[in-house]
């Protein structure tokens, strides 16, 4: 069975520092998509970041350039998140995404496996 659980959320305030991972199991992800993405209540899930398999391709949302980084350890089959200086408007719930393709995730319908989500809160 495929799990994608993510973990490295929580308070923090405006200007902070978060770094997000989210461990894969059940197959391995190395040469396939993934991605973040966020969601708050009433709004759809928003892409934020995808990094391809590996070439290690990635493309972020403009909301989120030169703030936030992605990248992903093969040998541990995890994926992380950066993120620094952080805003208000960056509160939401952070999903893990994953496809079985080798090209960068920034889709939902290219999405295979979901994680839980973690919560992000940023205070101001």
């Known amino acids: 069975q495929v799990q994608l659980v993510e973990s490295g959320g929580g308070l923090v305030q405006a200007g902070g520092s978060l770094r997000l991972s989210c461990a894969a199991s059940g197959r391995t992800f190395s040469g396939f998509g993934m991605a973040w993405f966020r969601q708050t209540p009433g709004k759809e899930r928003d892409f934020v970041a995808g990094?391809?398999?590996?070439?290690?391709?990635?493309r972020y949302a403009d909301s989120v350039v030169g703030r936030f980084t992605i990248s992903r350890d093969n040998a541990k089959n995890t994926l992380y998140l950066q993120m620094n200086s952080l805003k208000p408007e960056d509160t939401a719930v952070y999903y893990c995404?994953?496809?079985?393709?080798?090209?960068?995730?920034?889709?939902?319908?290219?999405?295979?496996?979901w994680g839980q989500g973690t919560q992000v809160t940023v205070s101001s």
């Open positions: 995404a994953a496809s079985l393709r080798t090209f960068v995730l920034v889709t939902r319908s290219q999405a295979s496996y």
């Open positions: 990094i391809s398999g590996s070439s290690g391709i990635t």
